[in-house]
């Protein structure tokens, strides 16, 4: 049966709105206690898989897009299982982040930003279907939402915003749309820009996946909440016909894999990883013309 082409209308609801002095003074104000990850036993485990498992069969999932229609492909592991449709994005400046869940219903939700106004907005989903949508807090000026993950070990998505002038990163912790308090991430070497977050290294805290726009070299900055604990390089991905676009479980191991795409011919690559080191690839499906892949 032929899938419809989700559009809702836009039934957000406000969320309170960050101020630029408003956001320094957080930054600044922080409390260990909400901040800072519980260790790897007490606090909930990032989950590499469910992150964007759609349809909750256990296996990532990739998210489409072609111009603001959405859609998602189910795989099992590298296979393409089946697709549908997914909502169409709102016009005017609206991108499509990240995925998470962030009602704690169990779906993946998209993550949105718009570019103009530099606000964010929560799409609660149930599989492909738009179930309802909420206003996230208003970025700064200069800054822009680039990711999402749980940094600070309670099971709830918060935001990783960046700053391309300072190259500041910093970690907004989220209760569902709903701002908490924020703090300042580490700042980014030149030409290097986040791509997603995962735990690579399984120790229950989610991780900056960084790659090199210039070289095509990846690395992995570890975290304990908003603090880089630690470096190591990737394996290079080049930057001629691939692009990284970010991070999951494909190979079913626990650890998070490199998802590539190229361009040109549509053709998307896995890199199974151990933590930071390269241990196979595969090829997976090809995606139709004029459709990218947008996540992971």
Known sequence: MKERIITPLIPFRKSIALTLTGFLLACFAQSAQSNEPTDGVGGQLPDVTQRYDFNLDGHPDFVLNRGPATGIWYLDSIIFLSGALAPTLPPFGWRL??????????HPDYALFNNSTRQTAIWYLNNNVFISGAYG?????????????????????????????????????????VLVSAGFGPTLPFLWKIVGTADFNLNGR???????????????????????????YGPSVGVTFYQLKGAADYSGEGYPDYILFNISTHQTLILFLHNNVSVGSAFGPTLPAEWTLTLP
Do not use: C, E, H
């Open 206 to 232: 989610t991780d900056y996946l960084l790659f090199n726009t210039n070289t095509g070299q990846t690395a992995i900055w570890y975290m304990s909440g908003r603090t880089r604990v630690g470096a190591v």
């Open 97 to 106: 982040i990240d995925a998470a869940d962030f009602n704690g219903d169990g």
């Open 137 to 177: 807090p208003t970025v700064p000026a200069g800054w822009a939402l680039v990711a999402v993950g749980d940094f600070n070990g309670d099971g709830k998505p918060d935001y990783v915003l960046y700053n391309s002038s300072t190259r500041q990163t910093a970690i907004w912790y989220l209760n569902n749309n």
